[in-house]
């Protein structure tokens, strides 16, 4: 029983409206050796092969033949240049004529037929100066010969030069070639090739000592900076913000930390006070700020503002002091219509924190003594001498 019983359905056959087309049979290619399946399935169908055929170098000056394998597709060998050939680059180097080398390379080291020597193997082994070194006929060192040939391309090139700004920014004129230093790199190079281990896990200690240490300092000097630094003004705006940008950068000027002193030094006065400082010192013909701001300069700078400070501070005790004594002095007055030869004398007189009533001066009688203790002699000022007393 199968689906159409199932279905009730006729077991009649549907002709098939359609019928499948052959395809053609695949020729099958074997895949040459040596050749991964990937590669060989970019492939296609080229036809790719190798091959033993001559070649020429246009880097060089001959026109000698060799012979090379090629990659040929479908039977065309590759055509053009050696693929090599690009990579053949030459020296140039200068040549000086016999007037110039008497006029600017003369040198008692060297005679010119060294020099010339020299010159025709820089050309010959484009500047390799360890093969130089070692095709020279006289014993110079590396160092010697390269200082020579830098020394005399150097001068030829100053001497050719409409002038020296023109060639200012030639290497060999801007940064020359230094026997000296040349030989401390050698020798420090030659050190550190020649360490053990355990001379390099010792160095790496102290090198890494030094970083912290670095770093802890830089931390330190950030940590003031910022304790130190002054609310930013709408004047000065512009100067704060130069001096933050040398902050992040751990660039401190000096004219920077006089400013720090002085506003330590002059924290105790007010403005007014510090104007007259700047107003003294532009009377004494001073700068406000020196022009020279090194450390002697910046700390008798700071001294002078001090001692400024201190007269204008002695100054104004001064005047105080001579206020006080006038005032006092003015304290003795006369009452309006009162005789000359007498003194005005207030009726009543504080004794004790108490006021003394005019009943109490009743009671008094002429020629009785008050049994009550007399006033201070000190809190009655001095009576006026009349002219019957003299």
């Not at 006729?10 to 590669?39: C, Y």
């Not at 409409?162 to 940064?175: F, I, M, Q, R």
């Not at 304790?227 to 705006?237: D, K």
């Not at 000359?340 to 020629?367: C, I, L, Y």
Request: glycine fraction near 4%; charged fraction near 35%.
């Amino acid at each position: 029983m199968d689906a159409k019983d199932i279905l009730g359905l006729p077991k009649t056959a549907h002709p098939l409206t359609q019928e499948k087309k052959s395809r053609p049979p695949k020729e099958s290619q074997r895949k040459p050796d040596g050749i991964s399946r990937e590669v060989y399935a970019l492939i296609g169908d080229e036809k790719i092969t190798w091959q033993w055929l001559p070649f020429t170098n246009s880097a060089r000056k001959d026109d000698l033949q060799l012979y090379h394998w090629v990659r040929v597709v479908n039977g065309a060998p590759p055509s053009g240049d050696y693929s090599f050939a690009k990579y053949n680059k030459s020296v140039d180097v200068i040549k000086y004529t016999d007037e110039e080398y008497e006029k600017y390379l003369t040198d008692p080291v060297w005679t010119k037929e060294e020099t010339d020597q020299l010159f025709d193997l820089c050309q010959q082994f484009d500047l390799r100066f360890i093969v130089i070194a070692d095709r020279f006929p006289s014993s110079r060192t590396v160092e010697e010969l390269k200082d020579r040939y830098y020394s005399v391309s150097r001068h030829i090139l100053i001497a050719r030069a409409a002038s020296p700004a023109d060639v200012s920014g030639h290497p060999l004129v801007k940064e020359p070639y230094k026997v000296t230093q040349e030989k401390e790199r050698k020798r420090a190079l030659s050190m550190v090739l020649s360490q053990t281990k355990h001379q390099e896990r010792k160095d790496a200690e102290v090198l890494a000592e030094a970083k912290r240490i670095a770093e802890s300092r830089a931390r330190m000097v950030a940590r003031s900076a910022r304790e130190l630094e002054l609310p930013v003004t709408f004047n000065a705006g512009r100067e704060n913000d130069e001096r933050g940008t040398l902050r992040m950068l751990r660039v401190y000027l000096r004219t920077y930390a006089l400013d720090q002193m002085i506003v330590a030094a002059s924290s105790s006065a007010g403005l007014r006070t510090i104007k007259r400082v700047e107003q003294s010192l532009q009377e004494l013909g001073v700068n406000l700020k020196p022009r020279v701001p090194t450390k002697a300069v910046c700390s008798e700078h700071l001294e002078l503002r001090k001692e400024i400070l201190t007269l204008l501070n002695l100054q104004k005790e001064l005047q105080y002091k001579e206020a006080d004594g006038s005032s006092y002095r003015d304290s003795t007055y006369e009452t309006p219509g009162t005789p000359k030869d007498r003194t005005f004398v207030p009726d009543s007189m504080m004794f004790g924190g108490e006021r003394v009533g005019k009943r109490d001066q009743k009671r008094k009688g002429p020629g009785r003594v008050s049994e009550a203790p007399s006033s201070p002699a000190q809190s009655k000022r001095p009576r006026k001498l009349k002219a019957t007393d003299l």
